[in-house]
């Protein structure tokens, strides 16, 4: 969901995300930053409100000691969120899962050659020169998809794995080929990638949430 014009100082969002991200949401000085942490939540309860109607929104969860959220009181559901600039994401699912999303702004060459494995920057060098920044953000918001679904995220460092790239995305880490299946996709200049446990053939389906659609959850938890 793109968040530009959604106001996270207005009173009404209270009631509809949990008391924990309202906090959260309203530590942040910036606007922007307070309507990525509000869009993300929104999505979150709008999400289950489509797929699981009969769970009472908003949803409260909690974090695990490394930092990823979960539902305690709905083991079997799974998600993630991220945000970047514009956009909040929240992915939902029944597999264990990260997602990931980045703007694709100009970036310094010497960054892939600092934290991704030398195999991943070869990767990047023998792409044409015009198409080495794609190849750098397809790895990058690949590789945090896959540090979010393990739920280390940064404790494990970005060159601890390597992704090898081809028809399909293969996962190495300590010598061996890791069971998780990779979607990537790019709009406008973002990239956004989820890491699922599972195999190839699961079915992801990218939906880009209207503002007013929120309200959905609205109507559900006050019934």
């Known amino acids: 969901m793109k968040i530009s014009g959604l106001e996270p100082d207005d009173i009404k969002w209270k009631k509809h995300v949990s008391p924990k991200r309202y906090e959260k949401m ?13 869009g993300v939540e929104l999505l979150l309860n709008a999400a289950l409100q489509e797929l699981y ?19 305690p009181d709905y083991p ?5 969120l991220s945000h970047a600039e514009e956009f ?3 992915a ?3 597999a264990a899962l990260g997602v990931d999303i980045e703007y694709c702004a100009d970036i310094d060459g010497d960054i892939a050659r600092s934290y991704f494995t030398s195999q991943e920057y070869e990767y990047i060098c023998g792409k044409p020169e015009s198409k080495r920044l794609d190849a750098f953000y397809d790895l990058w918001v690949l590789k945090e998809s896959y540090m979010k679904a393990c739920g280390a995220g940064f404790r494990l460092a970005l060159d601890a794995f390597c992704l090898q790239m081809g028809d399909s ?7 061996q080929i890791q069971p998780c299946s990779f979607f990537l996709t790019q709009f406008e200049n973002y990239k956004l990638a989820v890491c699922y446990q599972g195999n190839e053939d699961a079915s992801i389906t990218p939906i ?10 609205s109507k559900k938890s006050e019934e």
Do not use: M
Not at 26 to 38: E, I, N, P, T, V
Not at 53 to 71: S, T
Not at 76 to 80: D, Q, S
């Open 26 to 38: 309203l530590s942040y000085r910036q606007k922007k930053d307070r309507a990525l942490s509000l």
């Open 53 to 71: 109607p009969g769970i009472r929104c908003p949803v409260a969860y909690v974090e695990d000691e490394n930092g990823k959220p979960y539902l």
């Open 76 to 80: 079997a559901i799974y998600f993630n």
């Open 88 to 90: 909040a994401v929240c």
């Open 92 to 94: 939902l699912s029944d």
């Open 169 to 175: 995305i293969t996962l190495i880490q300590d010598g």
């Open 208 to 217: 880009f949430c209207e503002q007013q659609n929120l309200y959905l959850t």
